[in-house]
Structures are given as C-alpha cells and as structure tokens.
C-alpha cells in the first residue's frame, strides 16, 4: 500500500522559508511524478508543482519564483521549498504521488503550514 | 493556465437523489481530467481518472462523461457517505489546474 508522510515545521515566519519534506512508503520514488499541492483554510486546492526521479520539475508560473522542489532517492523522499512567506501562504500541504500520464492517485494526510510572527 | 470553473459551488440534496456536477476548461483538455471527492479534514480521494474511467475500489454509483471542455460528474443514487467537496482537475497542459470545487450538502 502506498503511503506518504508530509513533516516540517507548522509554524513560519513571514518572509523566511517554509520547508517540508515528504517520505514515501510502499513505491519506488524513482519512478512516477511527486507533487505538492496546498489548501488555504476554507478554501479550494492549488497545484504547487512536481518532480520527476530524474529531477525534472515543473511548477505552478503563479508560484515559480519562490518554489523549489527537490527529490533523494536514497531516503525515497522529495521536498518542497517555498520562500519569502506571507500570510497567503498558510495553507494544508499535502505531498502526492502522480501517474506517468498525469494522474494524481495517492496523497498524503496533508499538514498545516501557518504563516505568522 | 487553463482555468476550470465547477458549478454549481454549492447543491442541495437528499440520500437517494441523482446529482450531476459540471466543470467547464476555458480550453480544451480531450479527456484529462479527474474528478475527486473530498470530506472535511481529509485529503482528496481519486474517483475518476481520464474524464470517465473509475478508479478502482470507487462505487459505481459515480460515474464521469465529457471531453474537451465541458465534463460532469454523477452520483446516481446519493448516499449519506457522499456528502462532501468534489473537485475536478485538468492534467492537459504542464500547469495542472482545479476547479473551485462543490459541495455537496443535505
């Protein structure tokens, strides 16, 4: 059985970086996409980005700027950096594990990232 | 980006009603696009994969239609474990993109 585990840090200051790491169990990492998507409170969901084993990304242009999302095959975990933090970043973000032809099947618990001094 | 607009945001319903939600792509998507139902403090869960094909272990009660831009998604018969969020999502383009979501209320 899949399963993916977000961890990092609930609490971010504004303007720094936030960093969360998610581990994959039962599934190679190096294969399929990984991706991370976010959910502000009461919201609706927004894609971030994903990464391929290879190390290919791509990522939301709304976001481009400030994400990085890297990837260790050794520990079969990949990683989400987003920087320069506002208040508009707090949101639930879950990891998720993404199909060669583009479907997102399996998804972490998610974990809530606040954005506050 | 290719936007995705669900309606209606919000249904009103009863246990035993057929329910259909659309969600409409400011272009087209061919059949990229999946559907998913999500209950309050969960993570989404995959119903509907390639407009019209149901993941398994999902009930038969839902079911998807639809290509390029215009797609929906039924329950046939609700139930009262399908009282939720349903989202859609583009994986067309490189951008993937969701709709705003409905939620499906008594």
């Known amino acids: 059985q899949v399963q993916l585990q977000e961890s990092g840090p609930g609490l971010v200051k504004p303007s720094e970086t936030l960093s969360l790491t998610c581990t994959v169990s039962?599934?190679?990492?190096?294969?399929?996409?990984w991706s991370w998507i976010r959910q502000p409170p009461g919201k609706g969901l927004e894609w971030i980005g994903y990464i391929y084993y290879s190390g290919a990304t791509n990522y939301n242009p709304s976001l481009k700027s400030r994400v990085t999302i890297s990837i260790d095959t050794s520990k079969n975990q990949f990683s989400l950096k987003l920087s320069s933090v506002t208040a508009a970043d707090t949101a639930v973000y879950y990891c998720?594990?993404?199909?060669?032809?583009?479907?997102?099947?399996?998804w972490g618990l998610g974990t809530l990232v606040t954005v506050s001094s | 980006d290719i936007q995705m607009t669900q309606f209606p945001s919000t249904l009103s319903a009863s246990v035993g009603d057929r329910v259909t939600i659309t969600c409409r792509a400011s272009?087209?998507?061919?059949?990229?696009l999946a559907w998913y139902q999500q209950k309050p403090g969960k993570a989404p869960k995959l119903l509907i994969y390639k407009a019209s094909s149901l993941e398994s272990g999902v009930p038969s009660r839902f079911s998807g239609s639809g290509s390029g831009t215009e797609f929906t998604l039924t329950i046939s018969s609700l139930q009262p474990e399908d009282f939720a969020t349903y989202y859609c999502q583009q994986y067309d383009s490189y951008s993937r993109t969701f709709g705003q979501g409905t939620t499906v209320e008594i």
């Open positions: 272009q087209s998507v061919s059949s990229w």
């Open positions: 039962g599934a190679s990492i190096s294969s399929y996409y």
């Open positions: 998720a594990r993404t199909t060669m032809v583009g479907i997102t099947d399996y």
